[in-house]
C-alpha cells in the first residue's frame, strides 16, 4: 500500500537532502543566506511591524527595536566574523604523540530544528536561525501558532527569500509539533516554558539530537540604591512592562528593604506614567496580553493581592495596566516557588504584574534566589560594590546584570542561555556559530620515525619509562 508523505516529513526530507548535496558548507554560500535573512527583513519591515502589531498590540517602534533590530544586530555581527570563525584551528598535541600535528575542523551539524514562542516572534524564531546558517546548516522553522500573523508572513517570506530550501516553515499547533519532534534533527532549538521543555527534551532523546532551551523562570531583581531612585526605577519599569512584561527575561519580582519599599513604589509610579502616559492603553506604545487564556490566568493572581500600582483590566481588549503589588512575608521569612503562600510568587508571571518583597536584607534576598530552581536572569540595583560581588559569587543564574534590564539578551558577543531549570546551552554571535558545529579533530602522525613502537608490544621497561614520563608531562 502506497505511502503519503506528509507536510512535516516532506519538509524535514527537504532540508535534509539539501544538507547532503554540499550546497550550504561553502563559506560564501553561508554568507549569500545570511544576506538574504537581512534582505528578508529590511524589505519587509513594515509588513513584520503591522504583524507584531496584530498578534501582540506590538508598537512599531518596539518592533525595530526587540525584534528587527536584535536580528538584523546579530547578522551583521555574525557576518563581520564568520570568516575567523569559520577558520580551522591549530589543535595541540600532547609529547607523548611527537611527531604529529592536528587542527580542529569545523564542520555543520545538519539539519536544525527551531521551535519559537509567542511572546517574541520574530527575533526568537529567526535569532538562532543566524548561527543555524553561519554554520553551514539547513533548517526547519516552527513559529508559534499564538501569534498567528507574524506566523503566517514568516511562511509567506521564507520561501521567496530561500527559494533551494535551506529553510523550510511549518505552521501549525501541537499536533503539527508533536510530528516534527517524531522525526530526527542534528539539533533542536526551543524557547518556552519548562513544561514543553521537558517534552521536547524527551523527543529529542529518542534520536540523541542534542537540544538547546530557553526556558525563563521568575528572574529576581535586588533593589537598594537609594542615591538613582528615580533611575533606577525608570530603568526597572522599562524592563518589566516592555512587551506588557511577556518576555522571558523581564523582571519577574523586586526585593528591597521595609524601609525603601514606599519610596520605591512612588518612583515606579512615576517611571509608568513618563513611559507610557498616564493612561497606557490610550497609547500605542503599550502592548496586549497575547490572548484570553493568558489575560484570564494573570487577572487570577490578581485576586485578593495588595496592588499598589494599576490593576485595571479589560478582557474584550486583552489590556492589563503597568501594576505594581506588595507581598507581605510569609511568617518573616519570604519563599518564592511553588510553596509559597502568595499566588504571584508560585511560578513565572510572564505579564505586567510585578510584585515587591520586603527582606530584611541583601543576604536574605541571595537566600530566596537560592530557594528554588536557578533564575535565567538576575538584576542588581545597587551602588556598592560588595553587595554586587554577593550576588556575582553565591547565587546561580544564567547572568547577572547590573543597574538594567534585559539589554543582555542583546549583546551579540555575550551568550545567551540559562541554567538548571532556566534551560540549557547558549547562543549569540560566536556561541551560536560553536553551538551548531562540530569541531572535528583532524590528526596526522606521520609513519616515520615510529615512535608508537615505544608503545606497543613486545613492552621494554626504558621504553615504558620514556613514554611514561612523555605522558605526565601532558
Given at each position: 500500500m502506497p505511502t503519503t508523505t506528509t507536510p512535516v516529513a516532506a519538509a524535514v526530507s527537504d532540508a535534509r537532502r539539501l544538507f547532503d548535496s554540499?550546497?550550504?558548507?561553502?563559506?560564501?554560500?553561508?554568507?549569500?543566506?545570511?544576506?538574504?535573512?537581512?534582505?528578508?527583513?529590511?524589505?519587509?519591515?513594515?509588513?513584520?511591524?503591522?504583524?507584531?502589531?496584530?498578534?501582540?498590540?506590538?508598537?512599531?517602534?518596539?518592533?525595530?527595536?526587540?525584534?528587527?533590530?536584535?536580528?538584523?544586530?546579530?547578522?551583521n555581527h555574525t557576518l563581520r566574523h564568520l570568516r575567523g570563525w569559520?577558520?580551522?584551528?591549530?589543535?595541540?598535541?600532547?609529547?607523548?604523540?611527537?611527531?604529529?600535528?592536528a587542527r580542529l575542523l569545523p564542520e555543520p551539524l545538519g539539519v536544525m530544528l527551531v521551535i519559537a514562542p509567542w511572546n517574541y516572534p520574530v527575533q526568537l524564531l529567526l535569532d538562532?536561525?543566524?548561527?543555524?546558517?553561519?554554520?553551514?546548516?539547513?533548517?526547519?522553522?516552527?513559529?508559534?501558532?499564538?501569534?498567528?500573523?507574524?506566523?503566517?508572513?514568516?511562511?509567506?517570506?521564507?520561501?521567496?527569500?530561500?527559494?533551494?530550501?535551506?529553510?523550510?516553515?511549518?505552521?501549525?499547533?501541537?499536533?503539527?509539533?508533536?510530528?516534527?519532534?517524531a522525526q530526527r534533527f542534528?539539533?533542536?532549538?526551543?524557547?518556552?516554558?519548562?513544561?514543553?521543555?521537558?517534552?521536547?527534551?524527551?523527543?529529542?532523546?529518542?534520536?540523541?539530537?542534542?537540544?538547546?532551551?530557553?526556558?525563563?523562570?521568575?528572574?529576581?531583581?535586588?533593589?537598594d540604591d537609594d542615591a538613582r531612585l528615580h533611575q533606577a526605577a525608570r530603568r526597572l519599569a522599562w524592563a518589566k512592562f516592555t512587551n506588557a512584561g511577556q518576555t522571558c527575561v523581564a523582571p519577574d519580582y523586586v526585593m528591597t528593604t521595609p524601609d525603601r519599599v514606599p519610596a520605591l513604589v512612588d518612583a515606579l509610579r512615576v517611571a509608568i506614567a513618563d513611559l507610557w502616559g498616564s493612561d497606557?492603553?490610550?497609547?500605542?506604545?503599550?502592548?496586549?496580553?497575547?490572548?484570553?487564556?493568558?489575560?484570564?490566568?494573570?487577572?487570577?493572581?490578581?485576586?485578593?493581592?495588595?496592588?499598589?500600582?494599576?490593576?485595571?483590566?479589560?478582557?474584550?481588549?486583552?489590556?492589563?495596566?503597568?501594576?505594581?503589588?506588595?507581598?507581605?512575608?510569609?511568617h518573616g521569612r519570604p519563599a518564592v516557588g511553588p510553596d509559597s503562600a502568595h499566588p504571584v510568587l508560585r511560578e513565572e508571571i510572564f505579564g505586567p504584574v510585578l510584585?515587591?518583597?520586603?527582606?530584611?536584607?541583601?543576604?536574605?534576598?541571595?537566600?530566596v534566589i537560592n530557594g528554588w530552581d536557578k533564575p535565567l536572569a538576575l538584576y542588581v540595583f545597587t551602588s556598592s560594590a560588595r553587595t554586587r560581588r554577593l550576588f556575582e559569587q553565591h547565587t546561580s543564574s544564567g547572568a547577572v546584570v547590573h543597574d538594567v534590564g534585559l539589554i543582555h539578551a542583546a549583546a551579540t558577543g555575550l551568550p545567551f542561555g540559562g541554567v538548571g531549570?532556566?534551560?540549557?546551552?547558549?547562543?549569540?554571535?560566536?556561541?551560536?556559530?560553536?553551538?551548531?558545529?562540530?569541531?572535528?579533530?583532524?590528526?596526522?602522525?606521520?609513519?616515520?620515525?615510529?615512535?608508537?613502537?615505544l608503545a606497543q608490544p613486545p613492552f621494554t621497561g626504558r621504553g615504558l619509562r620514556v613514554v611514561q614520563r612523555l605522558m605526565r608531562r601532558g
Amino acid at each position: 500500500m502506497p505511502t503519503t508523505t506528509t507536510p512535516v516529513a516532506a519538509a524535514v526530507s527537504d532540508a535534509r537532502r539539501l544538507f547532503d548535496s554540499g550546497a550550504t558548507r561553502p563559506l560564501a554560500a553561508r554568507t549569500a543566506r545570511l544576506k538574504a535573512l537581512h534582505a528578508m527583513l529590511t524589505e519587509n519591515e513594515t509588513a513584520i511591524e503591522a504583524a507584531l502589531w496584530n498578534d501582540l498590540h506590538k508598537s512599531a517602534g518596539e518592533a525595530r527595536l526587540t525584534e528587527i533590530g536584535v536580528v538584523l544586530a546579530e547578522i551583521n555581527h555574525t557576518l563581520r566574523h564568520l570568516r575567523g570563525w569559520a577558520r580551522p584551528r591549530r589543535g595541540p598535541v600532547p609529547a607523548a604523540l611527537w611527531p604529529a600535528r592536528a587542527r580542529l575542523l569545523p564542520e555543520p551539524l545538519g539539519v536544525m530544528l527551531v521551535i519559537a514562542p509567542w511572546n517574541y516572534p520574530v527575533q526568537l524564531l529567526l535569532d538562532p536561525l543566524v548561527g543555524v546558517l553561519a554554520a553551514g546548516n539547513t533548517a526547519v522553522l516552527k513559529p508559534s501558532e499564538f501569534a498567528p500573523a507574524t506566523s503566517a508572513l514568516v511562511a509567506r517570506l521564507v520561501p521567496r527569500y530561500f527559494p533551494d530550501g535551506a529553510v523550510h516553515v511549518v505552521e501549525g499547533g501541537v499536533p503539527e509539533t508533536t510530528e516534527l519532534l517524531a522525526q530526527r534533527f542534528d539539533h533542536i532549538v526551543f524557547t518556552g516554558s519548562g513544561t514543553v521543555g521537558r517534552v521536547v527534551m524527551r523527543a529529542a532523546a529518542e534520536h540523541l539530537t542534542p537540544v538547546t532551551l530557553e526556558l525563563g523562570g521568575k528572574s529576581p531583581v535586588w533593589f537598594d540604591d537609594d542615591a538613582r531612585l528615580h533611575q533606577a526605577a525608570r530603568r526597572l519599569a522599562w524592563a518589566k512592562f516592555t512587551n506588557a512584561g511577556q518576555t522571558c527575561v523581564a523582571p519577574d519580582y523586586v526585593m528591597t528593604t521595609p524601609d525603601r519599599v514606599p519610596a520605591l513604589v512612588d518612583a515606579l509610579r512615576v517611571a509608568i506614567a513618563d513611559l507610557w502616559g498616564s493612561d497606557p492603553r490610550a497609547g500605542r506604545d503599550y502592548g496586549r496580553i497575547v490572548n484570553e487564556r493568558q489575560f484570564d490566568r494573570l487577572v487570577a493572581l490578581l485576586a485578593g493581592a495588595d496592588v499598589v500600582i494599576g490593576g485595571e483590566s479589560d478582557r474584550a481588549d486583552r489590556y492589563i495596566a503597568p501594576t505594581v503589588v506588595t507581598v507581605p512575608t510569609d511568617h518573616g521569612r519570604p519563599a518564592v516557588g511553588p510553596d509559597s503562600a502568595h499566588p504571584v510568587l508560585r511560578e513565572e508571571i510572564f505579564g505586567p504584574v510585578l510584585p515587591i518583597i520586603a527582606v530584611t536584607s541583601a543576604e536574605q534576598a541571595v537566600e530566596v534566589i537560592n530557594g528554588w530552581d536557578k533564575p535565567l536572569a538576575l538584576y542588581v540595583f545597587t551602588s556598592s560594590a560588595r553587595t554586587r560581588r554577593l550576588f556575582e559569587q553565591h547565587t546561580s543564574s544564567g547572568a547577572v546584570v547590573h543597574d538594567v534590564g534585559l539589554i543582555h539578551a542583546a549583546a551579540t558577543g555575550l551568550p545567551f542561555g540559562g541554567v538548571g531549570a532556566s534551560g540549557m546551552g547558549a547562543y549569540h554571535g560566536a556561541y551560536s556559530w560553536r553551538a551548531f558545529s562540530h569541531l572535528k579533530p583532524v590528526l596526522h602522525k606521520p609513519l616515520r620515525p615510529d615512535t608508537l613502537r615505544l608503545a606497543q608490544p613486545p613492552f621494554t621497561g626504558r621504553g615504558l619509562r620514556v613514554v611514561q614520563r612523555l605522558m605526565r608531562r601532558g
